[in-house]
């Protein structure tokens, strides 16, 4: 039973347009209360640092005016990006530590960056206060000089009224967890995070069925869930997880898939090919073979080992590649080659990284991966 638990906080995309009400620019907090100046984004703006200085010198030259090597074509909206965030991104978050203390915004509101490249029309970092307080006019004060020096852009900077905390969010991703976790099978698994900006619970899995998802946005009626289906479903009771080929054979070299090194006692090792190199709990590993080319589909996380370390959910079997003037098969080719090796590499397997049939000699030949230096690896097609 696998499940990943994650709340998406500081540095966010957000995916859509950014939508500007036209409004009186204001510097500061009014006395009467904290009125809404204008709304960016459906969001309700409540105060405002002022760009006072036309000339921006010391921010210019922390600017970055080359396209990193990363990133195939030069872009304005991405040079803007990574400015925003290398440069007003640490005076907002360093400012927002100083007022709220070390836990920022955990328990007051949220802090976010937007990105022009993830959809934003300004590329900006966004500070929400939940319940606005004589705080937020200590953060303009702690801002504005910055701005009046001339090393930030008031105009990356928002201060708006946020429907939720940090911690709201962290409790509800608790509550749907705990709820996903009643639900869940031995096999099936999920991933959620609750989305710092929008509020909404993004749900992955493997096992819902429509029924569990409406009674699960029925639990949660006051939130917006949305759900996303992690590869194949899992299997009902007394199905095979195990995928077959529509033909057994073919005499077209494959390509994708590793290959299979041991297969029993609940366990497949699969390493090779296009295959990372794992050993998988899979209960009908018996029903698999050594030699084998296989495409797994992984259930939940895969621990950091070598080899690695998981589960697979379902095994799809490749058609045997078998040329017309051949007598083995890959997959009998590939299984001798493993007897073959034996102890021949101090880790005590091999990594086949492609499979040849030579025709002219009756050959199998192997390349492996890394190249041990020892004489190739050959099965003679008898």
């Known amino acids: 039973m696998k499940y990943s638990v994650s709340i998406l906080l500081g540095a966010a995309l ?8 036209a409004s009186p ?9 904290w009125p809404t100046l204008k709304k960016v984004s459906g969001r309700e703006i409540i105060a405002e640092l002022k760009q006072t200085v036309e000339e921006t010198p010391k921010r210019d030259e922390r600017a970055t005016f080359e396209t990193p090597p990363e990133f195939e074509e030069p872009s304005k909206e991405t040079m803007e990006d990574l400015n925003v965030k290398a440069i007003e991104g640490p005076a907002v978050f360093q400012a927002v530590e100083k007022v709220y203390g070390e836990g920022g915004l955990y328990y007051e509101g949220v802090i976010f960056i937007e990105y022009q490249t993830g959809g934003a029309e300004q590329s900006g970092v966004w500070i929400g206060i939940k319940e606005p307080d004589e705080r937020v006019q200590q953060l303009l004060d702690l801002l504005q000089p910055q701005v009046d020096a001339g090393e930030i852009l008031a105009e990356a900077i928002y201060i708006f009224r946020s429907p939720h905390t940090e911690k709201e969010l962290y409790d509800l991703q608790e509550e749907v967890a705990e709820a996903l976790k009643g639900m869940q099978s031995e096999r099936g698994s999920f991933g959620l995070y609750a989305n710092v900006i929008t509020g909404d619970i993004e749900i992955t899995h493997d096992f819902l069925k429509p029924e569990q998802q409406e009674e699960l946005r029925k639990m949660f009626a006051d939130h917006t869930l949305n759900f996303e289906q992690d590869g194949r479903m899992i299997t009902e009771p007394g199905e095979t997880r195990i995928i077959t080929p529509e033909q057994i054979y073919t005499d077209t070299p494959v390509t994708e898939g590793g290959f299979i090194l041991s297969a029993g006692e609940g366990t497949i090792f699969v390493a090779g090919g296009t295959e990372s190199v794992v050993y998988y709990k899979f209960p009908e590993a018996d029903k698999l073979k050594a030699g084998q080319r296989v495409n797994v589909e992984r259930s939940g996380p895969i621990l950091e080992s070598y080899p690695g370390q998981g589960t697979a959910k379902f095994v799809e079997i490749l058609p045997d590649y078998k040329p017309a003037n051949a007598k083995l098969s890959e997959s009998q080719a590939v299984a001798k080659a493993l007897e073959i090796a034996g102890e021949r590499l101090s880790n005590g397997f091999i990594v086949i990284d492609e499979v040849i049939f030579d025709e ?9 991966v890394p190249d041990d230096g020892e004489p190739a690896l050959e099965v003679v097609d008898e």
């Open 360 to 368: 002219k000699e009756k050959k199998w030949k192997f390349k492996l």
């Open 25 to 33: 620019q204001n510097s500061s907090v009014e006395d009467s209360g």
């Open 14 to 21: 957000l995916f859509g347009g950014c939508e500007t009400d």
